[in-house]
């Protein structure tokens, strides 16, 4: 009589397997993440077995960040803020907006606390048809937003979403303005920096704009204008252009004030009462050389 124990032996071993294999797709849901660390490590787990490659894992890396962080923490501090002067007209706060190449400006009034609105570049446009004369800052500007600067960076992006605003102003607790931060700020939290094609020459420091003139950032360094120019301005005692401008004015100068230093006549195009940002350079030896070779012609 054949042994009914040896045929049993494979069936009793079954249950063991369906079990072992149920526990482990039950351990698979048991097993969530705790806490933010314990997500990302089977985050990136899965980026090393190639379920996920390192640019998602990065964005996710980024987007866990921006939940923690508060804006005073990537706002844009209140002293690098270009801002626009209420009193002031097209011709004079033009020049900062071209340089800067911003889209939106904080207009101020007496001081830096008084927002009286947001000036979209793009309504500066009808200017070139109707002219200077007919503008209005009433006409244009936009209601600022005000937020807190412990305002959590993943809810003011959603409030830039739903409420379809791209900068807001940050105040600190006494009510004083401490900075600005826009919609792109937060997004590079997460993506890393955003490139537009404005930002290809953010680092041309100088433009011609005429065969004697120039426009010229203050932030030059003396040894690039040295070389475009074929001068020879010191690099001991200053490293821009800026430096030795402000040296030669003995001054904080404002807006359209001259002064000639070496074969170089400088106007100020820009400046705030800490620094000068943009210059135009007028190269008086080409002056003369051009002025020579169309008198002989």
């Not at 063991?16 to 048991?30: I, P």
């Not at 899965?46 to 508060?70: M, P, Y």
């Not at 960076?153 to 009510?175: P, S, W």
Request: proline share 4%.
């Amino acid at each position: 009589m054949p042994d009914d124990s040896s045929s049993s032996q494979p069936n009793s071993s079954s249950p063991k397997r369906s079990r072992s294999w149920l526990e482990r797709v039950m351990n698979s849901f048991s097993n969530e993440p705790k806490s933010r660390e314990e997500l990302l490590d089977i985050i990136k787990g899965a980026a090393n077995n190639k379920v996920v490659d390192q640019e998602a894992l990065s964005i996710i890396e980024g987007a866990l960040d921006v939940a923690n962080q508060q804006v005073r923490e990537i706002m844009v501090p209140r002293p690098q803020m270009v801002c626009i002067r209420s009193d002031e007209k097209p011709s004079e706060f033009l020049p900062k907006v071209i340089e800067s190449g911003h889209s939106r400006f904080p207009v101020i009034g007496e001081s830096s606390d008084d927002v009286k609105g947001i000036l979209l570049a793009k309504d500066l446009l009808p200017l070139i048809l109707s002219g200077e004369k007919s503008f209005s800052f009433d006409k244009v500007l936009r209601t600022a937003n005000i937020i807190p600067e412990s305002k959590r960076l993943n809810v003011l992006l959603k409030e830039f979403r739903e409420k379809r605003y791209h900068m807001a102003l940050v105040i600190d607790e006494y009510g004083g303005i401490a900075g600005l931060i826009t919609i792109e700020d937060i997004l590079e939290e997460i993506v890393g920096d955003i490139e537009d094609e404005t930002d290809e020459d953010s680092e041309e420091f100088i433009r011609k704009v005429s065969s004697t003139d120039y426009i010229l950032k203050a932030l030059t360094p003396i040894e690039d204008f040295n070389a475009y120019f074929n001068s020879k301005f010191s690099e001991e005692d200053f490293d821009t252009i800026g430096g030795i401008i402000m040296q030669a004015f003995g001054h904080m100068p404002s807006r359209n004030e001259t002064i000639s230093v070496g074969n170089f006549t400088f106007r100020v195009l820009y400046s705030d009462n800490r620094q000068i940002h943009l210059l135009r350079v007028t190269h008086k030896e080409k002056k003369k050389k051009d002025k020579k070779d169309s008198n002989k012609g």
